[in-house]
């Protein structure tokens, strides 16, 4: 880019190296504005000669253009692009849906100098309107090479993030207690509601069990011939592995379990399993309270219908830490 103070009657068509204020302090044109016959016209009247103007040199693209492009490139699913001012594209959802976010290869494109790409965290809810990213140029001009890399890199990789959408899903619930599975229904219902509006959704299928594997693998039977998006097993009391009831139970109605603690407080105790697509997940001590949790990081990407594995569980490390 090259740099200039101009005279104004020649500022057209190029672009503003800073912001420009009235006397008063009202804001006039904005950095990186691109100059007008009009705008040139209305600086003059406001009594400026001169601007402090630059103007792309070959083999550089302009800051709009260029995250645009980007933005074009870096995500998938239900997404809309809106350009924003100061070199700026945003990504929004345009229908409820789980962000999914390759972190690794955000970590690459981050890494150039030209480009910045903020997103919402991976598996995280966002509503329909919500920004889920933003891709931000250096100021005025990309070179032309950086930006051709950057895709390149997108291309080959694939999108740095999906907005995968949560369209009428049905969740399933199945209460149990050592004694008499009411009893968990009463003490974990209403929160359960709470939980599932949250994300909009309800449950479709609920059942309640005798906290005993013969009673609970049946009722899961019963439950998975609905086909539900997703099964969750709200219990009173706490597993001590999959070799406990529940996961005894799992087994039994035909699930595998996928991984069994997860590195997340509140609600390491964790336990997932698949029966075929379906996941069928526990969470003992989760459905006590509103207060986010295991379960409101993993239900996301489930009632997406993404089908979450043990070593994404693992990397929930960093930032798990919820209380």
């Given at each position: 880019m090259k740099a200039q103070t101009i005279d104004v009657k020649q500022a057209t068509g190029r672009i503003l190296c800073c912001t420009i204020f009235r006397a008063g302090g009202k804001k006039l044109l904005a950095k990186g504005h691109m100059i007008s016959e009009e705008d040139a016209r209305m600086l003059e009247t406001e009594g400026m000669n001169e601007v402090w103007v630059t103007e792309l040199e070959d083999g550089?693209?302009?800051?709009?253009?260029?995250?645009?492009?980007?933005?074009?490139?870096?995500?998938?699913g239900t997404l809309e692009i809106r350009l924003a001012a100061g070199g700026r594209a945003n990504l929004f959802a345009t229908e409820a849906s789980c962000v999914l976010v390759d972190d690794e290869l955000l970590k690459q494109i981050n890494c150039t100098v030209s480009m910045a790409i903020a997103t919402?965290?991976?598996?995280?809810?966002?509503?329909?309107?919500?920004?889920?990213?933003?891709?931000?140029?250096?100021?005025?001009?990309?070179?032309?090479?950086?930006?051709?890399?950057?895709?390149?890199?997108?291309?080959?990789?694939?999108?740095i993030l999906q907005a995968r959408p949560i369209r009428s899903p049905a969740v399933a619930v199945l209460y149990t207690d050592p004694a008499n599975g009411e009893r968990a229904r009463q003490l974990f219902e209403n929160i359960m509601r709470q939980r599932l509006e949250r994300l909009g959704a309800a449950a479709s299928f609920v059942l309640s069990s005798v906290e005993e594997e013969g009673s609970v693998a049946r009722s899961l039977q019963h439950l998975l011939r609905a086909k539900p998006t997703v099964v969750l097993i709200a219990s009173t009391t706490a597993p001590a592995g999959p070799e406990d009831v529940i996961g005894r139970a799992m087994i039994r109605a035909g699930c595998q379990v996928e991984r069994f603690l997860a590195p997340v407080e509140p609600g390491n105790l964790f336990l997932l399993s698949y029966k075929d697509d379906i996941p069928v997940m526990s969470a003992p001590g989760c459905f006590r309270s509103a207060k986010p949790n295991v379960v409101d990081l993993m239900l996301p990407p489930m009632l997406a219908r993404y089908r979450v594995s043990g070593w994404e569980v693992a990397c929930l490390g960093h930032g798990g830490l919820l209380a």
């Open positions: 550089e693209v302009g800051e709009d253009d260029a995250v645009m492009q980007v933005a074009s490139e870096i995500g998938c919402a965290p991976n598996f995280s809810y966002a509503r329909t309107g919500n920004r889920v990213a933003t891709v931000k140029s250096a100021p005025f001009a990309v070179a032309q090479p950086e930006l051709e890399a950057v895709i390149s890199i997108v291309k080959e990789r694939g999108p």
